[in-house]
T-cell receptor, first 115, second 113 residues
Framework: AQSVTQLDSQVPVFEEAPVELRCNYSSSVSVYLFWYVQYPNQGLQLLLKYLSGSTLVKGINGFEAEFNKSQTSFHLRKPSVHISDTAEYFCAVSDYLGGAQKLVFGQGTRLTINP | SAVISQKPSRDICQRGTSLTIQCQVDSQVTMMFWYRQQPGQSLTLIATANQGSEATYESGFVIDKFPISRPNLTFSTLTVSNMSPEDSSIYLC??????????FGSGTRLTVV
């Protein structure tokens, strides 16, 4: 069964600084990978997803992520963060060869942007 | 992509009672999912609901406690039965949409007192 580990529970960053949120996955089969953002008191919004093709995936709000199969990682990056990026970020994996095709989420990383 | 309307957005319930949460999708979808997000925690899958079949529950979740209905391809309900304070969580529904997308409802924030 697949699993996701987000290596940092909290990441404080100064405004306009770069940020990387780390995600490692474990699966015995090929996977699809996702990053979601959850703003306070809101549902989940898709930032980006990797299905196939180029390992560098660009998403909304200036975020991008790189799929590294050998390291089973899918780290999220942004070159310059804004106060409005303060939120909880979740990495998720789906086993697309499995019948269930369910999303399994990591523990989440709380990104706090300081002025 | 699909849009999911989830209601209620929040509720405060007495222990021992039940609450039914509804999700309406603006397009037909085969697979819907129900998640629980306990305070300060990640999302845990409760069950997968496909139209025309019984819901498939994850380990630790049972049908008597979380009965699910999926009467058609655009609608699903989750009932939280015989509630206790430990059931206080955010409950989210999700639908798998085209091109391997997963859309989420805005969540139901449940407080059991």
């Amino acid at each position: 069964a697949q699993s996701v580990t987000q290596l940092d529970s909290q990441v404080p960053v100064f405004e306009e600084a770069p940020v990387e949120l780390r995600c490692n996955y474990s699966s015995s089969v090929s996977v699809y990978l996702f990053w979601y953002v959850q703003y306070p008191n809101q549902g989940l919004q898709l930032l980006l997803k990797y299905l196939s093709g180029s390992t560098l995936v660009k998403g909304i709000n200036g975020f991008e992520a790189e799929f590294n199969k050998s390291q089973t990682s899918f780290h999220l990056r942004k070159p310059s963060v804004h106060i409005s990026d303060t939120a909880e970020y979740f990495c998720a994996v789906s086993d697309y060869l499995g019948g269930a095709q369910k999303l399994v989420f990591g523990q989440g990383t709380r990104l706090t942007i300081n002025p | 992509s699909a849009v999911i309307s989830q209601k209620p957005s929040r509720d405060i319930c007495q222990r021992g009672t039940s609450l039914t949460i509804q999700c309406q999708v603006d397009s037909q979808v085969t697979m819907m999912f129900w998640y629980r997000q306990q305070p300060g925690q990640s999302l845990t899958l409760i069950a997968t609901a496909n139209q025309g079949s019984e819901a498939t529950y994850e380990s630790g979740f049972v049908i008597d406690k979380f009965p699910i209905s999926r009467p058609n391809l655009t609608f699903s309900t989750l009932t939280v039965s015989n509630m206790s304070p430990e059931d206080s969580s955010i409950y989210l529904c999700s639908a798998r949409t085209g091109n391997y997308g997963y859309t989420f409802g805005s969540g139901t924030r449940l407080t059991v007192v």
